[in-house]
């Protein structure tokens, strides 16, 4: 069966069929808000949000064939708010903070730091690019993102890893 025969009988109440909707991308989901939140916790309760807000509101999805890229934006979503909920925290507790944060600087970095180190529209394509296997078209169609758009982003944190891990080298 189809993820749109199973969105048309998810949406007349059919809970199996949404389970299974839920099955075929819960991992993707998942590590779609990892990549935003950066810990195991906010991206489990990120995708737990994101499969109930797609519950309730699944009567409102117009194109049963794009359900895939409706749930990943919901789940997107929620995990910039999150993201920026988080960052004024660490702000806040920075202020706090007399001496401030002490940066580490380890002779080397290795690619994880660095691409967590990103801006999250940069790593959210790297993600779906290297991760998923996603083409460009797919992540552009995903994220309702210009396919240019997302071949300069892409290249441009290509760029800023190149920098970042050429910088850690030289130190």
């Not at 916790?41 to 499969?51: K, P, R, W, Y």
């Not at 959210?124 to 078209?137: F, H, N, S, V």
Request: net charge neutral; charged share 30%; aromatic share 8%.
């Amino acid at each position: 069966m189809d993820t749109s025969q199973l969105v048309r009988k998810a949406k007349g109440g059919d809970d199996k069929a949404f389970s299974k909707l839920i099955e075929v991308i819960q991992e993707k989901l998942y590590i779609t808000a990892y990549s935003y939140v950066g810990n195991r916790e906010d991206a489990l309760d990120i995708v737990s949000e994101g499969v109930c807000r797609a519950y309730t509101s699944i009567k409102k999805l117009k194109n049963e064939a794009l359900f895939n890229t409706w749930i990943t934006r919901i789940v997107i979503n929620l995990s910039i708010d999150v993201y920026k909920k988080n960052k004024k925290k660490a702000q806040s507790a920075y202020e706090e903070n007399d001496q401030g944060y002490i940066e580490e600087h380890d002779e080397r970095i290795d690619l994880n730091k660095a691409i967590e180190a990103l801006d999250p529209k940069y790593k959210i394509i790297l993600q779906m690019k290297y991760y998923e296997g996603l083409t460009l078209a797919e992540i552009a169609k995903t994220l309702e993102i210009p396919l240019g758009t997302i071949k300069s982003s892409l290249n441009k944190a290509l760029n800023i890893l190149r920098l970042e891990l050429k910088e850690e080298v030289l130190e």
